[in-house]
């Protein structure tokens, strides 16, 4: 298992962006959540296998293509913390 962070920039906030992560989320044996930050990012962080979680953040990158503008990824080890898929607000 392994733990994947991501802060998207762009025109990520008013768009449905953590709505459609989440439901894309659904489609993959990971959990996590996606919430929007006071300084107009979005942070996602997500627990799974590594292919599972590659294959979901290759998917949200072609489904908001037009909408990130860029994008800092960390890996590491899972925390195992979370239960499903979630927004935070």
Do not use: C
Not at 59 to 73: D, P
């Amino acid at each position: 298992m392994e733990r994947l962070e991501v802060w998207f920039s762009g025109r990520v906030q008013g768009v449905g962006f953590r709505f459609r992560t989440r439901r894309l989320a659904a489609r993959f044996p990971i959990t996590g959540f996606v919430r929007n930050l006071a300084d107009g990012r979005v942070e996602m962080k997500a627990e799974g296998d590594r292919q599972a979680l590659e294959q979901f953040l290759d998917a949200l990158n072609r489904t908001m293509k037009n909408y990130i503008h860029a994008q800092e990824v960390d890996w590491g080890p899972a925390a195992e913390e979370f239960s499903s898929f979630e927004i935070r607000r």
